[in-house]
């Protein structure tokens, strides 16, 4: 199995997806960098 077969995209609800937004800018506003958040659902290899 590929490694982007592991890791596909996840698909996350509105309300997740707003939650993983407010994350980065939290962390822009802490770190100063240009963050981002990338969301992948793990698939056990078979």
């Known amino acids: 199995m590929e ?3 592991l ?3 996840a698909n996350l609800s509105q ?3 707003s939650r993983l937004v407010q994350a980065e800018e939290s ?3 802490k ?8 969301a992948y ?4 290899s078979k």
């Not at 659902?41 to 056990?44: A, G, I, L, V």
């Open 15 to 17: 309300d997740d997806l």
């Open 3 to 5: 490694e982007r077969e």
């Open 31 to 38: 770190t100063g960098e240009e963050i981002v958040l990338i």
């Open 7 to 9: 890791f596909p995209v």
């Open 41 to 44: 659902k793990h698939e056990q």
């Open 27 to 29: 962390l822009r506003e």
